[in-house]
């Protein structure tokens, strides 16, 4: 079992929406593959939210000092 291959599928998104003002994203995908030999489908949905640019820049500041916030 140790370094055999579990799960492979290839697919694509097939839906994709905002759901409000403030950048939460919703999206769905579908795979088609093979686990442990078996073919399946598998559907995905997710949701996600953008971050804020701030953030990424007070994580850049925050790292080239060395001091905890």
Do not use: Q
């Not at 030999?37 to 939210?49: D, M, N, P, Q, R």
């Not at 990424?56 to 060395?66: E, F």
């Amino acid at each position: 079992m140790l370094g055999d291959l579990i799960y492979e599928a290839m697919g694509k998104t097939t839906g994709m929406r905002v759901l409000d003002d403030n950048g939460t994203v919703e999206m769905t995908l579908e795979e088609k593959g093979n686990v442990f030999g078996i073919e399946c489908t598998l559907t995905l949905t997710v949701v996600g939210k953008n971050r804020p640019k701030w953030h990424a820049i007070l994580r850049r500041a925050r790292n080239s000092d060395n001091k905890r916030w």
